[in-house]
Structure formats: structure tokens, C-alpha cells
């Protein structure tokens, strides 16, 4: 499995931006799909979950205003973030596992997220 996270970039604050994460191997609708972001010097947290059966978890910080959203059709999951916040600025990863937990987990490189004040 090899995930490539697409979207990031800079916006102000208040406003959106869209990320993509890109699925490439077998059988994506099997698996659970993560998105997580990582601060300098801090720890990766978890933002946002949807299940292989499009069930979502969200971080309390970004209810309302994150979507995450998955095609399987596509083996894309997206993550819309509206009214973003200066401190949402760090770097985002996809993360995927089978839903059975089985294999391990997979990571893309992350694409950074910028908002300015």
C-alpha cells in the first residue's frame, strides 16, 4: 500500500482548504482510513477517522469545520477543513489499516498546512 497526500498549501485564516489522500494498492473499501497531524515537537495526533464502512470519529478541536469524506470508486479520501485557524498550520498524514487489523499500518509523507493570521 502507498498513500500520497495532495492539497495542502496556504490560506488565511478563516479560510479552506481541501486534502486528498490517494489510496494505491488492493481493496481500499477494506480499509480504515486516518487523518492525523503532527507539530514540530509534538506528538502525531489523531484529527479525523472514517471506517471501511464510512463511519466518522472527529477530534473535538475540528467538529464543524472538517469533513472527511472517502470514494471508493476513487481510492481517494478527502479532508475539507473550513474556517481554518493559525493554529491548524502543521503537516498532515494519511494513515490506512485493514479493517481487521491485520497487516500493518501504512503512511503517506504528509503535506503541509499553513494559515496565516
Known amino acids: 500500500v502507498q498513500l500520497v497526500e495532495s492539497g495542502g498549501g496556504s490560506v488565511q485564516a478563516v479560510g479552506s482548504l481541501s486534502l486528498s489522500c490517494t489510496f494505491y494498492?488492493?481493496?481500499?473499501?477494506?480499509?480504515?482510513m486516518d487523518w492525523y497531524r503532527q507539530a514540530p515537537g509534538k506528538q502525531r495526533e489523531l484529527v479525523v477517522t472514517?471506517?471501511?464502512?464510512?463511519?466518522?470519529d472527529y477530534t473535538d478541536s475540528v467538529k464543524g469545520r472538517f469533513t472527511i469524506s472517502r470514494d471508493n470508486a476513487k481510492n481517494t479520501v478527502y479532508l475539507q477543513m473550513n474556517n481554518l485557524k493559525p493554529g491548524n498550520s502543521t503537516v498532515y498524514y494519511c494513515?490506512?489499516?485493514?479493517?481487521?487489523?491485520?497487516?500493518?499500518?501504512?503512511w503517506g509523507k504528509g503535506t503541509q498546512v499553513t494559515v496565516s493570521s
Open positions: 494498492g488492493s481493496r481500499f473499501s477494506l480499509y480504515v
Open positions: 472514517v471506517t471501511n464502512g464510512s463511519m466518522t
Open positions: 494513515k490506512a489499516y485493514h479493517y481487521t487489523r491485520n497487516g500493518l499500518d501504512n
